[in-house]
């Protein structure tokens, strides 16, 4: 199953492993069964700490328990969890096998004091860069607290669940039988949801903090170099950021930041953020600014209100709150969004599999999802607002070379139609003869680019017809000492590469507006 490489590999991961334990499988008659009892041989036979039982009676085949004798300990993947989720697998391993995690001490003891009873299940298809994310959450979650059981489920597996659940999202959470979030989500996410008392506690303890020197709000590329920058200046630096690394976590393939060949949106998400662990910033993550209140004279601190009801003051801002996927903003679309509407194709891709789907928008990123579509649906019909596609040549010689791909030009979807369960159709409408036409299909994927996230900054901060925070060639915003850097701002061409260098430099500008105004 596993080729030299990966066992070399992942052996050296498991000399890590220092208590024993067992793998119970799960078995059928299936080809799939073949392929995971070829798996689970393969990671048994790198280690004498793990042994493997087959005699397993769970509902779900294949599938495979992790148990440490007495750990209580309720982990399960079912299905084969490579792809993405290969990394998830090596972690459960460890985790179970008493390597320690690397998350924060304080987290670790929120985990271990969640009381009740908490049965998790994450639907995850392999193609999915957001999936790993939720099943490594919730399975330590499961290693540290006996109350919390997970099972990571393959919904390209077990499509019989799938279609009885109305899944057409991934990831999508159950929590004792019902639907509890869809979405990435971490476990500090997971447990301000399942741990009541959360927010009151994170609010406490952030309306305790000092001033800032430099404040950023955001943790895409912007806010992590800017953050960088400002840290090593050293001076009081904070990141309250939503999620840490943005939008740049709903990337799949990244092959144009400089020096770096491939990657991918998580990879380099979590390396931004380990960089700038390396340096003394206060990072407070889960934290959605709300409003903004301007120092009211030179020199004065600015306070930025967050929705958790706390506030944070600074000498100096920098906003780099970056952008989110723009909507077609029709009837219905928010309505059917996780059952049939999608906006990430790699990741919701797989659960379409011999299904119709429409791609909205005609550039490379909606081009580029309907090829990868193509491969996977019945049938894909693109449709693009203006007259001819927007996409590098390239692509479009390569979606046009596809026998299952209906381009539609000159069209505005006008409305998302459904059975109150799921999408079945979308309306859309030639805006050369005006007349309204319906497509049958399944799945609808929107790729019409990105807003700018500066809602909260209205009527106080200078924002362009279109959103987005004018700046200066400092990144200086109207109002003195408060910086902007990023997909938020004015700067033309949204790219990775861009932010980096914007929010360095809004950092270097920071700092030099700290010192001329001491």
């Known amino acids: ?5 990966l066992k070399s590999q992942l052996q050296a991961y498991l000399e890590k492993v220092i208590q024993p334990f067992e793998i119970v499988a799960s078995l059928d008659d299936s080809e799939k069964s073949t392929e995971l009892l070829a798996l689970l041989n393969d990671i048994v036979s790198l280690t004498d700490k793990i042994a493997l039982r087959t005699d397993g009676t769970d509902s779900r085949k294949p599938s495979f328990a992790l148990n440490r004798p007495n750990a209580n300990i309720s982990l399960r993947f079912a299905g084969i969890p490579m792809g993405h989720e290969f990394t998830s697998l090596v972690l459960a391993l460890l985790q179970v096998g008493g390597h320690p995690s690397k998350l924060e001490a304080d987290v670790i003891e929120q985990v271990k004091a969640i009381e009740g009873e908490f049965r998790f299940e994450t639907y995850f298809s392999l193609s999915c860069q957001n999936c ?6 919730l399975n330590l979650m499961a290693v540290l607290n006996p109350n919390i059981q997970h099972v990571a489920i393959d919904g390209a597996l077990f499509q019989e669940e799938v279609e009885a659940r109305q899944i057409m999202s991934v990831p999508s959470i159950y929590l004792n039988g019902e639907l509890f979030e869809s979405g990435r989500m971490g476990v500090e996410e997971i447990l301000a949801k399942i741990d009541t008392g959360a927010s009151a506690r994170d609010a406490e303890k952030l309306a305790a903090k000092e001033a800032f020197d430099v404040l950023i709000v955001g943790g895409g590329p912007a806010g992590a170099a800017a953050a960088i920058y400002a840290a090593r200046k050293g001076i009081r630096t904070g990141v309250a950021a939503e999620r840490f690394g943005g939008q740049v976590l ?4 990244i092959e144009n930041f400089i020096s770096v060949q491939e990657t991918d949106g998580p990879k380099l998400a979590r390396g931004l953020e380990e960089h700038v662990r390396q340096y003394e910033v206060d990072i407070m993550n889960l934290q959605r600014a709300s409003a903004l209140i301007p120092a009211q004279e ?5 306070e930025v209100l967050l929705e958790n009801g706390a506030s944070l003051k600074s000498k100096t801002l920098i906003l780099s709150t970056g952008a989110r996927w723009r909507e077609m903003n029709v009837p219905g679309e928010l309505q059917y969004r996780g059952k049939g509407v999608a906006y990430c194709p790699h990741c919701d891709g797989p659960l379409f599999k011999g299904k119709r789907v429409a791609v909205i928008g005609g550039g490379n990123s909606g081009v580029e999802a309907a090829i990868d579509l193509a491969g996977i649906v019945a049938h894909v019909t693109l449709i693009e607002f203006d007259s001819q596609l927007r996409a590098d040549a390239v692509l479009q010689k390569k979606l046009n070379s596809m026998p299952n791909v209906t381009i539609i030009t000159s069209a505005l979807t006008t409305e998302v139609l459904g059975d109150g369960q799921k999408v079945n159709a979308l309306v859309y409408k030639d805006r050369i003869s005006e007349q309204l036409h319906t497509v049958a299909l399944e799945g609808i994927f929107v790729q019409i680019g990105l807003l700018p996230n500066s809602d909260w900054l209205k009527g106080v901060v200078e924002l362009s017809p279109r959103g987005e925070i004018m700046v200066d060639a400092k990144g200086q915003t109207n109002i003195p000492g408060v910086f902007a850097a990023g997909d938020v701002t004015t700067v033309p061409y949204k790219q990775i590469v861009i932010a980096v260098g914007e929010g360095a430099k809004a ?12």
């Open 1 to 5: 199953m596993l080729d030299a490489t």
């Open 298 to 302: 030179a020199g004065g601190l600015h």
């Open 132 to 137: 790993p994310d939720v099943v490594q959450a």
């Open 250 to 253: 709903d990337t799949m393939a």
């Open 507 to 518: 950092a270097l500008s920071a700092f030099d507006h700290l010192i001329r105004s001491s």
